[in-house]
């Protein structure tokens, strides 16, 4: 067991080095690559050894054998070569070492990959092939563009936290199945129980373009009142909480989110999609325009956008909801559109600034997955709602929000101000 911890603590001491031994040319981002690209190729052929418990159903039956095969002798080999060019170039065998290890152990295993399990399905599944897939498609996404285009230039790619935010990655791509089910199970209900045909025959026939644009705003406008319920209702807050202790903001942070808040979350946004009938690829265009948006947003790329920034949410956008400091209490709900914020009066973005620090004042939310997972569930203890700091509601509010804020004075500590965003 020593040994193991001993060796898990040099992986991170190696991912997490500081900036003069990551540079180009020091055989880090090689190392690194080689260690990433192994654990890929041993997670898929994990994944596809035991297809009906840790392979997706969807996506086994997307991908050819051959394709699958030709794309995993691909990856071993770059492995080997990424990690040799680390044992070349970096004093530190490690990478380099584990990175070559973990690609002859994958090739080994995976030697004997045919078609034989392709007809194994099985009613249920852990997604560790879309796990996989998932981190590699956003990552080879965003990690170059977080690199060209930083915002926060002195923040590395293993930021502090990064293990967590990964496996709330892990938690929602292997639980993909159950959430969509949990997820699916109030609208299929309403669904059953309604009988909208003409409307949503009507609907299904609308050009996609038109169908996408209406999810996009019907979603969104959902999304902004709930959002906004998380924010101000304290019980709620303590869910939503966790999405906010992220201190860093990239890639990576917008997956930190409760299992309670997930499902909550997707089961009542999807309303409107199933609800109206909306057309199964309009729907699937959605999931995944929203998916690399949100991804976006919390990125650490430092685009202005300045004009594209009044019609679309951008990251400086939700940085500031995610902000540390007083002003970014209680603004920019809003997941598509900024000017949905400007209508019910809760937009905030300060010419040209970003927020000093992201994070809940105070720091309440304990570290670690299964702490943060009990966290909501566990004793008061004084906890503060989003909105413990006095909240200006502007004129332009319509009185919408008047519902939402009967728990404006509830915090039991009111020096303990709690940053929402
Ligand atoms: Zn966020
Ligand atoms: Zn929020």
New binding site residues.
């Given amino acids: 067991m020593t040994i193991i911890h001993q060796q898990h603590m040099r992986l991170r001491r190696e991912l997490e080095a500081p900036p003069a031994l990551r540079a180009f040319g020091s055989g880090w981002i090689s190392g690194t690559l080689s260690v990433a690209l192994g654990l890929a190729c041993l997670g898929l052929v994990f994944a596809y050894r035991f297809p009906g418990l840790l392979a997706s159903n969807e996506l086994l039956g997307t991908i050819p054998v051959g394709a699958l095969r030709l794309g995993l002798v691909l990856a071993f080999i770059s492995a080997f070569m990424l990690a040799v060019i680390s044992l070349l170039l970096r004093k530190d065998a490690f990478l380099g070492t584990l990175g070559i290890s973990i690609a002859l152990a994958s090739s080994i295993i995976g030697g004997t990959l045919d078609g034989s399990w392709l007809p194994n399905y099985t009613p249920i599944y852990f997604g560790l092939d879309f796990f996989i897939l998932n981190v590699i498609f956003t990552g080879l996404l965003f990690i170059p563009l977080e690199t060209l285009f930083p915002k926060h230039h002195e923040q590395p790619l293993f930021r502090s936290e990064w293990r967590e935010d990964m496996f709330y990655y892990l938690v929602s791509s292997m639980l993909v199945q159950v959430l969509s089910w949990i997820s699916l199970g109030p609208a299929k209900a309403m669904l059953a129980n309604t009988n909208w045909d003409e409307l949503r025959n009507g609907i299904a026939a609308l050009p996609i373009t038109v169908q996408v644009l209406a999810i996009v705003f019907l979603t969104d406008l959902v999304q902004y009142w709930l ?1 906004r319920a ?2 101000r209702i304290p019980f709620l807050w303590r869910f ?1 909480a966790v ?2 202790s992220a201190k860093s903001m990239d890639w990576m942070a917008g997956a930190r989110m409760h299992f309670v808040e997930v499902c909550i979350l997707r089961g009542t946004t999807v309303l409107p999609m199933i609800l109206l009938g909306f057309s199964t690829t309009a729907v699937y265009i959605y999931i995944f325009m929203v998916y690399l948006w949100s991804t976006f947003i919390h990125a650490n790329i430092g685009w202005r956008l300045r004009g594209i920034d009044q019609f679309l949410v951008v990251p400086r956008f939700h940085h500031w ?1 995610h902000g540390i400091e007083e002003e970014a209490i209680d603004v920019n ?1 809003a997941i598509h559109f900024p000017w949905l914020d400007r209508l019910f009066g809760t937009y905030h973005m300060p010419e040209a600034r970003w927020p000093e620090g992201y994070g809940v004042a105070n720091h309440p939310v304990p570290n670690g997955y299964a702490a943060q997972f009990m966290y909501p569930f566990s004793k008061s203890d004084g906890v503060v709602t989003s909105n413990s700091t006095p909240f200006v509601q502007p004129a332009n509010d319509l009185g919408l929000n008047n519902a939402l804020q009967g728990n404006r004075d509830v915090s039991p500590m009111p020096n303990e101000s709690a940053k ?2």
């Fill in positions: 959002h998380f924010h939503h999405h906010h909801h709900f929402d965003s």
